[in-house]
């Protein structure tokens, strides 16, 4: 019923094309007004971060596990994790949480925060009524696409931090942080290494960021009509609504990208000198030989019960950060 309410939505009341070039209605400019979906996104994506990394670990390492481990049967999500704790302690599940903290500090600021200021503006300049679905999804990926540009060598730090202690001791690299991290690899292995996997990173912050903003923007829209919500005071139902909604298209659009970004961004020259992955076409056309179509869901469990909290505690923080932000600096 939600979904063919959002279709009947969008075809029964095609929203008008904002015209980009037309002058946007006076407003306050501030400083302070310029930063604020930079800022609330920012703390959001921080406070998020902390509180799913040992989620985002596991998922990590569940999709590494078939490549460390040839021929062992994978664990389970729980296996994993109850493992990690009772062989390596509680900290464990924190491993590169510095190099979390530091990446979503910029890219998850920059890919809500650009969202967020580019709807708004289409918003304004088609004289404030919402948006249609394709411009939120434009205005998401170009989102997405730059805040990848800026963030990739921390989510490479981040990747190798997670994964070093599954290895061999002989095999680890053992960061000692995300800055230490990140100077070795460019020490080690050159500047380039530092955006290994580009290529399906940017394909995957585009695809998240349309998941997560675009179609929790939309489905929030949709709810708010459904239940007659306040639109500056939605009820918790339809704030969760939206957000699990964008939490659940995120996954699923987002996962086959983030396992060839993982898969890229953690390999090793093999005794010949010779890299696994020649790039992302030749990495998704092995893992698809090799291992299946349905390989590139591999851990979904865990990455869905990762991105959907995720999503909840992000847009639930910027809501809650924003009251406080918009008081203190007198803004609306």
């Known amino acids: 019923a939600f979904v063919a309410s959002w279709a009947r939505e969008s075809m029964d009341n095609p929203p008008q094309t ?3 070039l037309a002058p946007s ?3 306050d400019r501030s400083a302070a007004k310029v930063a604020m979906p930079f800022v609330t996104s920012g703390i959001a994506a921080c406070f998020a971060s902390f509180c799913i990394h040992p989620i985002d670990l596991a998922k990590v390492r569940l999709q590494l596990f078939a490549v460390q481990n040839p021929g062992v049967p994978k664990p389970t999500f729980v296996s994993l994790l109850s ?7 509680i900290t464990s599940v924190y491993a590169g949480l510095s190099a979390s903290f530091l990446r979503q500090a910029i890219y998850g600021t920059a890919r809500m925060g650009i969202h967020r200021t580019l709807s708004d503006m289409l918003v304004a300049r088609n004289g404030g009524q919402p948006i249609g679905f394709e411009l939120k999804a434009a205005s998401s990926m170009t989102g997405g696409a730059l805040a990848v540009c800026v963030g990739t060598p921390f989510d490479v730090a981040l ?3 997670q994964a070093d202690t599954m290895k061999p001791a002989a095999e680890r690299r053992n960061y000692s942080n995300a800055v230490n991290a990140i100077g070795r690899i460019a020490t080690e292995e050159g500047y380039s290494a530092l955006y290994k996997g580009l290529a399906p990173n940017i394909f995957r912050g585009m695809a998240m960021n349309v ?4 179609c929790s923007d939309q489905a929030r829209e949709v709810m708010l009509k459904l239940t007659g ?6 009820s918790l139902t339809t704030r969760l609504g939206a957000a699990a909604t964008g939490g659940f298209f995120a996954s699923f659009l987002s996962l086959p990208f983030d396992l060839i970004k993982s898969r890229l961004q953690d390999m ?3 005794p010949d000198g010779k890299v696994p992955y020649r790039g992302l076409a030749h990495c998704a056309g092995s893992i698809l030989t090799k291992e299946g179509p349905l390989a590139f869901w591999t851990g979904f469990g865990a990455y869905f019960t990762r991105s959907a909290p995720h999503a909840m505690i992000i847009l639930l923080t910027i809501d809650e950060v924003k009251k406080v932000y918009t008081k203190t600096f007198h803004v609306e």
């Open 229 to 234: 919500d306040d639109p500056k005071h939605p």
């Open 83 to 89: 493992n990690m704790v009772a062989e390596q302690g």
């Open 211 to 214: 998941g997560m903003m675009a």
């Open 268 to 270: 090793k020259p093999g």
């Open 18 to 20: 904002p015209t980009l």
């Open 159 to 161: 990747v190798r931090m």
């Open 25 to 27: 209605p006076a407003g």
